[in-house]
């Protein structure tokens, strides 16, 4: 390793620890997914239990539990708060980063490894993915790292000329299936089916040649599996085959049926892609199109793998019944890459910064300039929306007390000035300054967003509630929401440790908070258009309503 790599190594790091780890903890976790993660993590620490996922003490078998090994560690050192929560992903954000741009040098040169790393830094998604408490930053990593390690196996094994690769090609397959591995004791199965099924495409493309044969395929398996075993193993041999079965049903269903009623429209993921990596994504498309002829076979190569790994997470979440956001959040490994290609390409002469590629740049952008200009009008404006709105609850949500100022439109003004600055730089022919300035403003665009939004928007969406479980904190009470889903009453009540039960005593529980004999206190809270559920059970009195949020209490009998 030479200075200069040293030096852009730390560099790309500190960027990471500048940007990702800061105010991390400044506003509180989001339900679904963060507040479910870090409650997962919390109720690890209490039960001394690291091979069984629990939640509300109850077996929990979505999730594989490496990413709360994870938080469980960063709260051991900094409290359950939400700045634990969130600090792995802050981590795999700064090492994602160095990680690109030695990749990048490795396949090209300095120079694209600082395109490829600043293009991921300053899209909006990739970054803002490593602001969050969500699992998905570690479960890509590791699939890509999983993948590209597999890449570099075929390559040692067909004697791909003009890279260098110092390792037995059985070594880079054992550190793919590692990753692999990995990928499976972060997130489940679909790991090893994403790396599974580019392998596929790949052959298919090869015309059915055998780039990689059965022992060599089995051994990749091999490894992965090996790495699994350190849960899937301990937790049968602990505990039986129960917990890993219904672990795995439930890794089908989620394939087969809409989860949690996320539904959406076929092109769901193309648009989250294109508006979401936004501006990585308008850079990307290039790359379906006819480029420069690559000067080495590998280079070729790596690009063609990349497509591959593109579509194939593209087309398996569009056919998915669920569509959430982050389902297709693999895709900013190769989006980015795409986008850094050609990046690359325009700095090199090889293509030019075509007039499509500044107007897409404006409507794309325009998009978020507009949504961020208009939004402090609107809260200065409430009144008058409200009537417009149909949803009762969404209506009381906008009652919530927030200040908003006409300086609230900054970021929107910023990044639209920022867009004119790098498209007008681009085209004056100062191309690498104007992309510097577009992707690491990009950056800054994101930082400003969170700054000024989005307190306000967890004020507005769910703070009414989460202040009313915080209250809770230290009494000796019940708590439990009616009505809609929520992870909020276990992780902000701090729920104490009592005693482990099974999924299927959940709706007896519920049903003794209800109408049982209890022992202590039962504190309820419903959403504005869901107390008629309520109502049903009489002991239950209101004694507040917020934002949205109806509050009840069923009072033991002494």
Known sequence: MNSKQIQYSLLFAALGVFFFIPFNGGVHLFDWDEINFAEIS?????????????????????????????????????????????????????????????????????????????????????????????????????????????????????????????????????????????????????????????????????????????????????????????????????????????????????????????????????????????????????????????????????????????????????????????YSSMCYFPLTFLAANTIYHILEEGIDFSPWMKRLLYIVGGIFVFATVALPFIGMNVESIIPLINDPFAQANLEADVNWTIWQIIPGVFLLALMIYAVRTIVKGQKQLGFSVLFAGTAVFVMLTLFFYIGKIERISQRAAIEFFEERQGEDCYVMTSGYKSYAHLFYTQKPYEKLYQQEDREPRKQFMLTGPIDKDVYLVTKVHKTHHVEEYPEFKEIGRKNGFVFYKRTAKK
């Open 42 to 326: 919390r109720e690890m620490l209490l039960t001394q239990d690291y091979t069984r996922v629990y939640i509300d003490f109850a077996p929990f078998w979505e999730k594989p539990p490496l990413f709360f090994w994870m938080q469980v560690l960063a709260m051991k050192l900094f409290g359950v708060n939400e700045f634990a929560a969130r600090l792995p992903n802050a981590l795999i954000g700064v090492a994602t980063l160095v990680l690109l741009f030695n990749i990048g040098r490795k396949l090209y040169n300095d120079r694209f490894g600082y395109i490829w790393a600043g293009v991921y830094f300053g899209s909006i998604l990739p970054f803002l993915y490593f602001k969050s408490g969500i699992i998905d930053p570690y479960f890509n990593f590791f699939i890509f790292l999983g993948i590209y390690f597999f890449i570099l196996f075929y390559w040692k094994k067909d004697k791909f000329g003009n890279i260098e690769l110092k390792w037995n090609p059985w070594t880079y397959l054992f550190i793919g299936g590692f990753f692999i591995g990995l990928g499976i004791l972060t997130k489940g199965q679909v790991a090893y089916l994403i790396a599974a099924l580019t392998f596929f495409v790949y052959w298919v493309d090869q015309r059915l040649r055998f780039y990689v044969n059965v022992p060599e395929f089995l051994f990749f398996t091999f490894a992965a599996t090996l790495v699994t075993l350190g849960w899937y193993g301990v937790e049968t041999a602990k505990n039986g085959p129960w917990f890993i079965n219904e672990f795995n049903i439930y890794q089908y269903r989620l394939f087969s049926t809409p989860d949690a009623g996320h539904r959406g429209f076929p092109g769901y993921h193309f648009a989250v892609l294109l508006v979401g990596c936004f501006p990585a994504s308008i850079f990307a498309i290039r790359n379906f199109w006819p480029m420069p002829k690559e000067e080495f076979a590998y280079r070729k190569d790596f690009k063609k793998w990349m497509k591959y790994l593109f579509w194939v997470v593209l087309i398996l979440f569009t056919i998915v019944k669920s569509k959430i956001v982050h």
